[in-house]
């Protein structure tokens, strides 16, 4: 723990039509059944989704994500669909950088909820947080360049394509992949703050 600890960090975080809390432990179910549901698409674009993880694995992972919240290491946030409380994605803060302040958004979304804006809505919220809140410089987006709707999310909400690393990772399948790096700047989301949502 250091200085950081002592930051009051929300535990949750609402829009229009979304509850987004900090994982906590006991939601190793929740997060187990929405991969699950979603595995075939994560196997393809996400690192950990190599194998099914199994719920005890889940679960482990879950009160790890906890004890890093309380340490001011990563922020991840399970994403509830108000209407009905059903999990329909995640959204992280990874790779914090204090000093700077820059910070990484990661997510995902679960399939039979994909192409309602959820994720975007959700991004939208934590990145005006992370600007508005913690005085972030800087916030990152990074997708397999392949992942057209993780790009999509990015620019939907407002982040601009700043470079390409070629072959700078293997997937799942062992093909090299190329990664995207989507960034928005204070002076961007302030320009953007000032303008018209995008669609």
């Not at 250091?2 to 930051?7: C, I, L, P, R, T």
């Not at 099914?52 to 001011?72: D, G, W």
Request: glycine fraction near 6%.
């Amino acid at each position: 723990m250091d200085e950081h600890s002592a930051f009051y960090i929300p535990k949750q975080h609402e829009t229009e039509r979304l509850l987004m809390r900090i994982w906590q432990p006991g939601d190793g179910r929740l997060l187990h059944e929405a991969v699950e549901d979603s595995f075939p698409e994560l196997h393809t674009w996400m690192d950990w989704a190599k194998v099914m993880p199994t719920l005890s694995e889940t679960e482990n992972v879950v009160r790890e994500a906890a004890q890093k919240f309380v340490n001011r290491q990563e922020f991840n946030f399970i994403i509830l669909r108000k209407s009905d409380r059903l999990v329909v994605g995640t959204v992280g803060v990874h790779h914090i950088r204090w000093d700077v302040p820059r910070f990484e958004l990661g997510y995902w979304g679960r399939t039979r909820a994909t192409g309602q804006g959820y994720i975007t809505e959700a991004v939208r919220k934590l990145t005006r947080y992370l600007f508005d809140e913690l005085g972030a410089e800087r916030v990152e987006i990074r997708c397999d360049a392949r992942n057209v709707r993780s790009a999509a999310v990015a620019r939907r909400a407002g982040f601009l394509l700043e470079a390409v690393l070629r072959r700078e990772a293997r997937s799942n399948d062992e093909s090299l992949r190329d990664t995207q790096i989507y960034a928005m700047l204070r002076e961007n989301f302030a320009a953007l703050s000032e303008s018209p949502p995008l669609p």
